[in-house]
């Protein structure tokens, strides 16, 4: 079965830092997506960055990019010019197929003035 | 963002009683997705829909029905509500060809 570990259960960054948060995954499968969801306060689900596994280019969205290393099965999420409202928590997603959907533990992240 | 609504937002309720949440999706999108969030766990996946009257088990589907008769509805029922399905139920949906899911906002439901 697949699983996600996410080991940091809670970070801190100063503002306009850059942080780093760590998702590794376990899976027999080759062809899957990943996912990193953003939850703040707020409760809402947002989706910050997704990545092909079949894809060796890192994606990037603005602050956010993802280093993924698929042979270590590794997918973290660096965060460029923190922002108060960066501050959530963080989950890591793997998709797999026939619906295989493992979320992360998560990582609550704060930023601080 | 996608239109995804969940109804009830709260919901409290007593042991044994049943229990229907709902989410409505105005996108068409063919996948929908439940999901309830606790402490320490994350989100795990409860049932999925596939296609309308197309469902399936996920992680933790003991106690938990479904059914998805239109594609813009998918009900999520407990029949028997018990104290350990105090939670967070959060509804997805997604298109098809792997696009990522969008949430709705929630429901929190306390069984006492």
């Known amino acids: 079965a697949q699983t996600v570990t996410q080991s940091q259960p809670e970070m801190s960054v100063q503002e306009a830092e850059t942080v780093t948060l760590s998702c590794t995954y376990d899976?027999?499968?080759?062809?899957?997506?990943l996912f990193w969801y953003k939850q703040p306060p707020s409760r809402q689900m947002i989706l910050v960055i997704r990545?092909?596994?079949?894809?060796?280019q890192n994606a990037t969205e603005n602050r956010f990019s993802v280093n993924f290393q698929k042979a270590a099965k590794s997918f973290s999420l660096k965060i460029s010019d923190s922002q108060l409202g960066d501050t959530a928590m963080y989950f890591c997603?793997?998709?797999?197929?026939?619906?295989?959907?493992?979320f992360g533990k998560g990582t609550k992240l704060t930023v601080n003035p | 963002d996608a239109g995804i609504t969940q109804s009830p937002r709260h919901k409290v309720t007593e042991t044994g009683t049943p229990v229907t949440l709902r989410c409505h999706q105005t996108?068409?999108?063919?996948?929908m997705y439940w999901y309830r969030q606790d402490p320490g766990h994350g989100l795990r996946l409860i049932h999925y829909?596939?296609?309308?009257?197309?469902?399936d088990k996920g992680e933790v589907s003991d106690g938990y029905s479904v059914s998805r008769s239109k594609t813009e509805d998918f009900l999520l029922t407990l029949e028997s509500a018990t104290s350990s399905q105090t939670s967070v139920y959060f509804c997805?949906?997604?298109?098809?060809?792997?696009?990522?899911?969008?949430f709705g906002d929630g429901t929190r439901l306390s069984i006492l």
């Open positions: 997805a949906s997604r298109d098809r060809g792997h696009q990522p899911q969008h």
């Open positions: 899976t027999s499968e080759n062809n899957y997506y």
């Open positions: 990545q092909e596994a079949y894809k060796q």
């Open positions: 997603l793997f998709q797999g197929g026939s619906e295989k959907l493992v």
């Open positions: 996108e068409n999108h063919r996948y």
């Open positions: 829909s596939y296609g309308v009257k197309d469902t």
